[in-house]
């Protein structure tokens, strides 16, 4: 699964609908063999750019490319498959019937146990897929995207559905299969998951890119750190008016506070209270998120 092309290359690229731009002017390279979280709040025009890239919906403006051609090509060829949150699936299939049925869409495809086993449903195989859950659903999508054998995976909230450990056998499912060399781009709402999974991170904001980088990267965009302490009766004004802070929250007995200046915050409450069990940590994935994906002007 080499290539001498960028996996994806989107420049400029622009779609309205209506009065609302969904996505305004942005532009994104992904090399071969990435795994790619691409996050943002709802209506930040995630899903419209994925449309776009996989060939679903038309760009206004600007130029797709995949895999050194259109995504109609790469996709003709088998190069990309998707996982989407709904739809393709007929409920009165089993699981491995739709697989098979599927299979034969294609000229050349993994076989069909080797695909359902990777995806972790071969013991549901034969069960209708009307009775399957949510995330057993999920996994039968993956399966049938693994099928071509694809240079290139795109994901659109791939775990919706799934509880805490199938998300994490999915992924683990997924990071395996992609050693292979395999590009991924993945949408989600859950930031673990781009935490633990992802080589890179894209965070979108109304339509534009604000930030891309590896985990650590986008984590330290987010400036300051988090002191927490156990203190009963805090005084929130007085640790507010701290130089460096940012917020104070109290949550019962425990104080958390946001600053740029960890130990001047740190020095107060070991020597101006009876605060103990201090802590400093750095901000997290979804410190970063917020800072840089949230609209602070209110409107």
């Not at 697989?99 to 069909?112: E, I, S």
């Not at 972790?120 to 009307?130: E, K, N, S, W």
């Not at 673990?192 to 080589?199: F, T, V």
């Amino acid at each position: 699964m080499t290539s001498t092309h960028p996996a994806v290359e989107l420049s400029g690229l622009t779609k309205t609908f209506g009065a609302v731009t969904a996505v305004d002017g942005l532009s994104l390279r992904v090399e071969p063999g990435e795994v790619v979280a691409f996050l943002g709040p709802n209506g930040a025009g995630k899903t419209t750019t994925i449309d776009m890239l996989l060939g679903l919906a038309r760009p206004d403006a600007g130029r797709v490319r995949v895999l050194g051609g259109s995504p109609v090509d790469a996709i003709a060829h088998g190069r990309v498959a998707a996982v989407l949150q709904t739809g393709g699936l007929l409920k009165d299939l089993t699981v491995g019937e739709t697989v098979r049925f599927t299979a034969n869409l294609y000229r050349h495809t993994r076989p069909a146990a080797e695909v359902l086993e990777r995806a972790g449903i071969a013991d549901i195989a034969d069960r209708v897929v009307g009775r399957c859950s949510g995330g057993q659903q999920q996994r039968l999508r993956f399966a049938l995207a693994l099928l071509p054998d694809p240079d290139l995976m795109v994901l659109d909230e791939p775990t919706t559905g799934m509880d805490v450990e199938g998300r994490r056998e999915f992924w683990h499912a997924l990071r395996r299969d992609a050693r292979s060399g395999r590009t991924v781009i993945f949408a989600t709402h859950y930031l673990d998951e781009a935490d633990a999974y992802a080589d890179r991170i894209v965070l979108v904001r109304q339509g534009r890119i604000v930030a891309d980088g590896t985990t650590a990267e986008i984590k330290n965009l987010a400036a300051g750190r988090l002191v927490r302490a156990t203190l009963p009766g805090a005084d929130q004004a007085v640790l507010a008016a701290l130089p460096g802070v940012d917020a104070v929250e109290v949550r019962g007995d425990s104080v958390l506070v946001r600053t740029g200046d960890s130990d001047e915050v740190a020095r107060h409450l070991l020597t101006r209270t009876a605060a103990r069990d201090v802590e400093i940590t750095s901000r997290n994935l979804e410190d970063a998120f917020l800072a840089l994906t949230t609209d602070r002007t209110g409107a």
